[in-house]
């Protein structure tokens, strides 16, 4: 059975919106990204429910943080288990908006143990849109997938330059009509409940939405090393650990700051009757590519040390380049990243600075 805890101790700052109180319920909602959008929704005077089981690294400092702020309702329970899952929904009827952002989310661990990677992902997943459907839900539901659903694209045309690989005819990035190619157990768990969330809106009517998403960055992450690899780089040149660096170092993301990323979940909710059963890449587009290279040298530059690194092979499935082709969200939501990576980058490396003891 879950377990149900309220926060109510009063945060400072909370602003409240000239417009009907929303009721989101969260699911992962005390992980980095769902604890920033919670954050989001208490500052606005939104009530907030989140369902998470606590078991990843920061979770238990991200809700303490969330209880700072405003009322927060925490169910201690399991995306896995059905019964709590609907028992979730049932006692949140009003609710206007669901983020789904539980999973496993590593390819490094769904390598070593494939079965919890799909039961958290494809088959949690599943519990959350057959409870929603269960108990006659209504309200949008946005699904947190990943760009990994495209595979490793080795048919695509790559450039080499000093520092970083770029696509040699792709001049806005990958796009929604690219072919899925399941790469890796992550790549096939994430990939199958993508499809299951967009079939539920065909088939049974409900309100969903899911965002690929590329590298999200910010604070409130407590990256490590096989995810989060932002928040991992700027965390370990603070505390002097070396970092390793897997192939060459060349790879390229797109990279989106976590405070783009809720304007998308908000741009998406306001215009959900208009694009439901819709899918887009999200991430920081074109105008905010990244390589690893030049993430070292940025923490370098800012932290006037030089960083130990580490090489190793390649890991399975890695993307040489992967930058989304984020004009749909553009044309469909009216969304754009507003973050440049240069001022998202320090913030990130502000808040680490912060609250580097929490990481030692």
């Not at 945060?11 to 990204?33: C, D, S």
């Not at 539980?102 to 599943?126: W, Y």
């Not at 070396?242 to 979940?265: E, M, N, S």
């Not at 380049?321 to 984020?326: H, M």
Request: net charge negative.
């Amino acid at each position: 059975m879950p377990f149900t805890r309220s926060c109510a101790l009063a945060g400072k700052n909370v602003r409240l919106r000239p417009v009907q109180v929303l009721k989101t319920l969260i699911v992962g909602g005390a992980g980095f990204i769902g604890s920033n959008a919670a954050a989001r929704c208490l500052r606005r005077g939104d009530k907030v429910v989140i369902l998470d089981n606590l078991s990843k690294r920061g979770a238990q400092e991200n809700l303490e943080w969330l209880c700072s702020l405003g009322p927060l309702q925490h169910v201690l329970a399991d995306v896995r288990d059905a019964d709590a899952v609907e028992k979730f929904f049932a006692d949140n009827q009003d609710a206007a908006l669901v983020l789904h952002l539980a999973g496993q989310v590593a390819v490094t661990r769904s390598l070593a143990n494939p079965r919890e990677d799909f039961e958290a992902n494809a088959l949690g997943t599943l519990n959350v849109l057959e409870a929603m459907r269960r108990t006659s839900h209504d309200a949008s539901l946005i699904f947190s997938s990943t760009n990994k659903v495209y595979g490793s694209m080795e048919d695509l045309s790559i450039s080499e330059g000093h520092d970083r690989y770029s696509y040699g005819d792709l001049e806005f990035g990958i796009a929604e009509d690219r072919g899925l190619d399941f790469h890796s157990p992550y790549g096939c768990s994430k990939g199958a409940a993508d499809q299951y969330v967009r079939d539920y809106c065909r088939i049974y009517g409900l309100k969903t939405v899911v965002f690929r998403q590329s590298c999200i960055y910010g604070p409130r992450q407590f990256g490590v090393e096989d995810q989060g690899w932002v928040a991992w780089f700027t965390i370990a040149a603070q505390l002097g650990r070396p970092i390793t660096l897997y192939g060459d170092g060349k790879q390229v993301r797109d990279v989106l700051y976590i405070d783009d990323l809720l304007d998308a979940f908000d741009a998406a909710h306001d215009r959900i009757d208009d694009i439901a059963g819709r899918i887009y890449n999200i991430g920081g587009g074109c105008e905010n590519t990244l390589s690893l290279r030049e993430l070292l040298g940025f923490l370098e530059k800012r932290s006037g040390k030089k960083i130990a690194v580490i090489r190793d092979t390649w890991r399975s499935g890695d993307q040489k380049v992967y930058v989304s082709d984020i004009r749909r969200a553009y044309s469909e939501l009216g969304w754009k990243p507003r973050t440049a990576f240069e001022d998202g980058l320090e913030k990130l490396y502000q808040w680490v600075e912060t609250y580097k003891g929490d990481f030692a």
